[in-house]
């Protein structure tokens, strides 16, 4: 694979099993979900930081492999809105790349649209109340995402990205919140 990454397949496999387990898992006394979620959200870890630098090909290939393992694709939401609480702790701001990816490599599993769009205007402010200009990194987003599936308003993934800080929930409930 390119740039030394590790083979997608192997991936595939650790993500396949992983989401076997969240559909399998069942309460118990010792509540394995904690130990399973943190699994999963290292696997994710691995892949967000593994995305930018693969070809589109492989891009395309792990957004199919995420929509393929649902139990394990709903984790990215946790991953970019958990990095929203980061946004507003001690925690600094860096995470907004990471979450703009899980948001791309997620592509069409957020479910409601109006949620998503929520999603992104809470990144977009908190991003912009950290002093972070975040125009370049939604456009960074947007260059590795998906543009053959119409997600919303006519709009790719790839699209939504770029052009979200022209949208009509942008202008009406994200900018009059920016810092001035």
Same mark, same amino acid.
């Given at each position: ?27 118990? &006394?010792? $509540?394995?979900? &904690? ?12 892949? @967000?930081?593994?995305? &930018? $630098? ?7 290939? @792990? ?20 990095? @929203? ?5 001690? @925690? ?83 900018? &009059?919140?920016?810092?001035?």
């Amino acid at each position: 694979m390119a740039d030394g990454t590790k083979d997608l397949g192997t991936f595939e496999a650790r993500v396949g099993e992983l989401d076997a387990r969240r559909w399998a898992w069942k309460w118990s &006394p010792q $509540n394995p979900l &904690p130990q399973l979620e943190a699994e999963i959200l290292q696997v994710l870890e691995e892949l @967000i930081n593994m995305y &930018p $630098n693969v070809t589109e090909e492989q891009r395309s290939y @792990i957004r199919r492999m995420i929509q393929k393992l649902p139990g394990v694709g709903m984790y990215l939401q946790a991953v970019a809105a958990g990095d @929203i609480r980061k946004f507003k702790s001690d @925690i600094a701001p860096e995470r907004l790349y990471p979450a703009l990816i899980a948001v791309s490599m997620a592509n069409s599993i957020f479910g409601d649209y109006r949620d998503f769009i929520v999603l992104l205007g809470s990144l977009w402010l908190c991003a912009a109340q950290a002093r972070i200009d975040p125009t370049p990194y939604f456009k960074s987003a947007a260059a590795l995402s998906d543009s053959n599936e119409i997600l919303l308003d006519g709009l790719s993934m790839k699209a939504l990205l770029a052009t979200f800080h022209n949208s009509a929930y942008f202008k009406e409930d994200v900018q &009059p919140f920016l810092p001035k």
